[in-house]
């Protein structure tokens, strides 16, 4: 595995759409910003691009983050936890706007241990950023929102299917209406601004 936390130059850096150059092998957390990761995943294709309609992961991210707000809220949460739990479901997969996404069959394969890792680093830097846990992202609720979407997913763009998916929870009623990329940037903006608002001055001065 290679070892990336030398202070060596290396060309290992990537230019964003704020024009700040990020490097996902050693990311900073100051280097974060959230009309990167809008920006980024807005014009990411969920399912690796095989969606019969184009899909984004800001999209997707959005419909998580809502699922874990109503979870919360059913679990009598109150309102400033309920926001940073929902702040996570929204940012559970921004790590791909700096590493993009690969999918399953490839990622999770020995000779992907690098890329993992890359994308490890990534998420952290994020979420200390934005003051949150990251053991948040391996609890039950987020998994079984993010399988909540998924299911939906699978409903509304994969109705027919060559083999059987693995089991799945009920889906969301509402059908889903793909936005485009500038609709699904201001979403994801708007959904963070809200969840910011409610958790306090602290959290935006972050944003």
């Known amino acids: 595995m290679t070892n990336y936390s030398d202070n060596t130059t290396t060309n290992s850096w990537l230019q964003t759409f704020t024009g ?6 050693r990311p900073d957390p100051k280097d974060v910003r959230i009309m990167d990761i809008a920006h980024a995943l807005s014009h990411q294709c969920r399912f690796g691009g095989h969606c019969p309609t184009f ?3 800001a999209d997707h991210s959005v419909r998580v983050s809502k699922v874990v707000w109503d979870w919360a809220q059913g679990q009598g949460t109150n309102v400033m936890d309920t926001a940073r739990v929902s702040l996570v479901g929204l940012l559970h997969d921004a790590a791909e706007a700096y590493v993009q996404d690969i999918v399953r069959p490839i990622k999770y394969l020995p000779e992907m241990a690098d890329y993992r890792d890359a994308e490890d680093r990534v998420i952290r830097a ?9 053991w948040l992202l391996d609890q ?4 079984l929102a993010d399988n909540i979407a998924l299911a939906t997913e699978k409903r509304d763009f994969f109705p027919t299917t060559p083999r059987t998916w693995t089991p799945l929870p009920d889906p969301l009623p509402d059908t889903i209406v793909p936005l485009s990329p500038v609709e699904a940037k201001q979403a994801f903006l708007d959904r963070f601004h809200y969840l910011a608002d409610l958790m306090g001055p602290w ?3 972050r944003t």
């Not at 994020?126 to 990251?134: C, E, H, T």
């Not at 039950?140 to 998994?143: E, M, N, P, T, Y």
Request: hydrophobic content about 50%.
């Open 20 to 25: 700040i150059a990020f490097d996902p092998m």
């Open 126 to 134: 994020i979420f200390a950023r934005y003051k949150l846990d990251v």
């Open 203 to 205: 959290m935006k001065e």
């Open 140 to 143: 039950d609720w987020l998994k």
């Open 55 to 57: 899909y984004s992961v």
